[in-house]
RNA sequence: GCGCCCAUAGCUCAGCUGGAUAGAGCAACGGACUUCUAAUCCGUAGGUCGCAGGUUCGAAUCCUGCUGGGCGUGCCA
């Protein structure tokens, strides 16, 4: 048992015995201590019952010690401190063996059963493909797929899901805008739709139909090329996404396309489910959703005068099949121009009777690319947009999922691309990969020096304050991980993994691994393994490359 | 106008859902390589947590107001 669980059963139990109702686990909660003398862990127990219980803390406390059973393997000793903080010293027991449990569990370590297996959804990116993936969808990228990642860690069944919009408007938009390219480029004249897409993506994808397949394009009828032309675009834009995404490292579970709610009619359903409950209305020939009653600032348009469904509607059914499909949770991790979207669609999903709390939409807010401090100016009029793919070829996948993931999705990211092409201590993407590196590099001198690594070695002789102090900080991963997934905070990691690195380093510096004590080095050699493996379950979390050597 | 997000060291950001003397990285300054990688380590300096009230044993954290920024607010997708 890890000693966090130790701690937090046996103050359960000795709530019991001194007679305080401990059923609610939120106080239980244990924190690290902010300062060194404070102990290892500590909690904050006694003060969350002091409202409850009408006494004050410190008696809480005491009565809580009184009734606690120290076990010698876990604990050195219990304080009580401060405003009434039960602060524990871990001993050096429990520490050493538990280098031992985070070699054996190996890849699984971190992992937990948190989330019960409840079956739960992220869709993110889900960019229209009417062009290249952009920056934003970049970020959404990793954020989406290291909280998914995380979710399943912590003991969530995690889906990652791609929306595409392969039907309606904008494709046909994008059919009419490639067929315009293709008959310039044929020296006709054709223009491209005031409101289509001017890239020149388009330009090439041309190009490469009349290398592949000529001219015969253009001989047909031009709506009947254009609904051609719609499908050839889609086909070739899905691919261009797909192949981005892949050398970023992220693989969807799921592409679920819009096409296939329009083929079923699935979103006639659900405006007959809305009409039958009285939730939708007809007004100057359009059908109106009333999510007003539902927290919205006004109605929606469900069918517009034209008799068309808005993308509103459809998006309601999609959203719906995710229910169907057995999800308890969803979330939806959207673009900062969607912010006023999510009032209608959470409206929607109420109305459909679905819990407030099982529908989340996160805003990832935009990304400021910045070269040598300065803003890069991007104007998608003027086709002037950096893409997803030209940032991982400047910067690389590493150091681009480090920099998005390493702050709240919720707000504005500044991202200098020098900073993240910089192979210094400037950038913290190298600080944690160099601490894997460096363990490989020990491992690989001890062999070189006669020794064999055994899978398994006694710790007992670890006890130097460096050593504790990498030990104390692996066995706070599995929470980290479970944190971060509970929380949606993936940054919890990248700070983790920044912190342990540090303290490696630190004991690096300070203790040579492979010396003439051979216990000793074995010892060593067991932590060495331990702390590598945790940089590399985390990384590998991230998506981020485990480097041997740099 | 209304709604959402944000304001913490020179810069970029943490701060574990109300707790202990507010932290880290970078930048600045001063030190440490005959060593398992110096892509590292140690030290110094740096703060009215935007402002003003309120809630209580206790507030960077919760509430209200204000200031200053970002975004959103279509029978578009």
């Given at each position: 048992?890890?000693?966090?669980?130790?701690?937090?059963?046996?103050?359960?139990?000795?709530?019991?015995?001194?007679?305080?109702?401990?059923?609610?686990?939120?106080?239980?909660?244990?924190?690290?201590?902010?300062?060194?003398?404070?102990?290892?862990?500590?909690?904050?127990?006694?003060?969350?019952?002091?409202?409850?219980?009408?006494?004050?803390?410190?008696?809480?406390?005491?009565?809580?010690?009184?009734?606690?059973?120290?076990?010698?393997?876990?604990?050195?000793?219990?304080?009580?401190?401060?405003?009434?903080?039960?602060?524990?010293?871990?001993?050096?027991?429990?520490?050493?063996?538990?280098?031992?449990?985070?070699?054996?569990?190996?890849?699984?370590?971190?992992?937990?059963?948190?989330?019960?297996?409840?079956?739960?959804?992220f869709?993110f990116v889900?960019?229209?493909?009417?062009?290249?993936?952009?920056?934003?969808?970049a970020r959404a990228a990793a954020v989406g797929d290291v909280l998914a990642a995380l979710?399943n860690a912590?003991?969530?069944?995690?889906?990652r899901?791609?929306?595409?919009?392969?039907?309606?408007?904008?494709?046909?938009?994008?059919?009419?805008?490639?067929?315009?390219?293709?008959?310039?480029?044929?020296?006709?004249?054709?223009?491209?739709?005031?409101?289509?897409?001017?890239?020149?993506?388009?330009?090439?994808?041309?190009?490469?139909?009349?290398?592949?397949?000529?001219?015969?394009?253009?001989?047909?009828?031009?709506?009947?090329?254009?609904?051609?032309?719609?499908?050839?675009?889609?086909?070739?834009?899905?691919?261009?996404?797909?192949?981005s995404l892949e050398k970023y490292r992220l693989k969807f579970?799921?592409?679920?396309?819009?096409?296939?709610?329009?083929?079923?009619?699935?979103?006639?359903?659900?405006?007959?489910?809305?009409?039958?409950?009285?939730?939708?209305?007809?007004?100057?020939?359009?059908?109106?959703?009333?999510?007003?009653?539902?927290?919205?600032?006004?109605?929606?348009?469900?069918?517009?005068?034209?008799?068309?469904?808005?993308?509103?509607?459809?998006?309601?059914?999609?959203?719906?099949?995710?229910?169907?499909?057995?999800?308890?949770?969803?979330?939806?991790?959207?673009?900062?121009?969607?912010?006023?979207?999510?009032?209608?669609?959470?409206?929607?999903?109420?109305?459909?009777?679905?819990?407030?709390?099982?529908?989340?939409?996160?805003?990832?807010?935009?990304?400021?690319?910045?070269?040598?401090?300065?803003?890069?100016?991007?104007?998608?009029?003027?086709?002037?947009?950096?893409?997803?793919?030209?940032?991982l070829?400047?910067?690389g996948v590493d150091a681009a999922r480090y920099f998005f993931i390493d702050?709240?999705?919720?707000?504005?990211?500044?991202?200098?691309?020098?900073?993240?092409?910089?192979?210094?201590?400037?950038?913290?993407v190298?600080?944690v990969q160099?601490?894997?590196?460096?363990?490989?590099?020990?491992?690989?001198?001890?062999?070189?020096?006669?020794?064999?690594?055994?899978?398994?070695?006694?710790?007992?002789?670890?006890?130097?304050?460096?050593?504790?102090?990498?030990?104390?900080?692996?066995?706070?991963?599995?929470?980290?991980?479970?944190?971060?997934?509970?929380?949606?905070?993936p940054?919890?990691l990248t700070?983790?993994l920044?912190?342990?690195?540090?303290?490696?380093?630190?004991?690096?510096?300070?203790?040579?691994?492979?010396?003439?004590?051979?216990?000793?080095?074995?010892?060593?050699?067991?932590?060495?393994?331990?702390?590598?493996?945790?940089?590399a379950n985390g990384l590998k979390l991230l998506g981020i490359t485990a480097p041997?050597?740099?």
């Amino acid at each position: 048992m890890r000693a966090q669980e130790y701690i937090r059963q046996s103050i359960k139990k000795a709530l019991e015995k001194a007679g305080f109702d401990a059923h609610d686990e939120k106080l239980l909660n244990l924190e690290k201590p902010k300062q060194e003398g404070f102990g290892d862990i500590a909690s904050p127990v006694a003060m969350n019952l002091a409202k409850i219980a009408r006494q004050a803390p410190r008696k809480i406390a005491e009565s809580i010690i009184e009734h606690f059973e120290i076990d010698p393997f876990y604990l050195d000793k219990i304080e009580i401190a401060g405003p009434g903080f039960l602060n524990f010293f871990l001993a050096a027991n429990s520490l050493q063996q538990s280098v031992l449990d985070i070699l054996a569990e190996a890849d699984a370590y971190g992992s937990s059963d948190w989330g019960n297996g409840e079956k739960i959804q992220f869709e993110f990116v889900s960019a229209n493909p009417t062009g290249p993936l952009n920056i934003v969808s970049a970020r959404a990228a990793a954020v989406g797929d290291v909280l998914a990642a995380l979710a399943n860690a912590a003991g969530y069944k995690a889906q990652r899901e791609f929306y595409v919009n392969d039907a309606g408007r904008q494709i046909k938009l994008l059919g009419a805008s490639l067929s315009a390219r293709y008959m310039t480029e044929l020296g006709k004249s054709e223009p491209v739709p005031e409101e289509g897409y001017h890239g020149e993506y388009l330009i090439d994808l041309a190009k490469e139909i009349i290398a592949a397949e000529g001219k015969k394009y253009a001989a047909l009828d031009i709506s009947e090329r254009q609904k051609l032309f719609s499908q050839k675009a889609l086909q070739y834009m899905l691919n261009r996404q797909k192949n981005s995404l892949e050398k970023y490292r992220l693989k969807f579970d799921n592409w679920f396309h819009e096409s296939t709610i329009r083929a079923e009619k699935a979103h006639l359903k659900i405006l007959d489910t809305f009409k039958k409950s009285n939730l939708s209305y007809e007004q100057d020939g359009a059908v109106w959703f009333k999510s007003s009653e539902f927290g919205d600032e006004k109605d929606r348009v469900l069918i517009t005068g034209e008799g068309e469904p808005t993308y509103f509607l459809i998006d309601i059914a999609y959203h719906e099949t995710k229910y169907a499909r057995g999800f308890t949770q969803v979330h939806d991790l959207w673009g900062p121009d969607h912010h006023g979207y999510i009032a209608r669609m959470s409206a929607a999903m109420q109305a459909l009777g679905h819990p407030v709390d099982s529908f989340h939409v996160w805003i990832i807010q935009q990304v400021n690319l910045l070269r040598a401090g300065e803003i890069i100016k991007m104007s998608k009029r003027a086709g002037k947009i950096i893409e997803m793919d030209e940032l991982l070829d400047e910067v690389g996948v590493d150091a681009a999922r480090y920099f998005f993931i390493d702050r709240r999705m919720s707000q504005p990211l500044d991202f200098d691309i020098e900073l993240a092409k910089k192979k210094s201590d400037e950038n913290p993407v190298y600080y944690v990969q160099y601490a894997h590196a460096r363990i490989s590099n020990i491992l690989r001198h001890a062999r070189e020096n006669g020794i064999e690594i055994p899978l398994s070695a006694s710790t007992a002789l670890l006890k130097e304050k460096q050593e504790m102090a990498v030990v104390k900080k692996l066995i706070d991963f599995p929470e980290v991980i479970s944190k971060a997934a509970q929380f949606l905070e993936p940054h919890r990691l990248t700070t983790f993994l920044h912190e342990l690195a540090t303290i490696f380093h630190r004991f690096y510096h300070d203790h040579r691994v492979v010396t003439e004590n051979r216990e000793l080095t074995l010892a060593r050699l067991m932590l060495c393994k331990a702390t590598q493996q945790v940089l590399a379950n985390g990384l590998k979390l991230l998506g981020i490359t485990a480097p041997k050597n740099m």
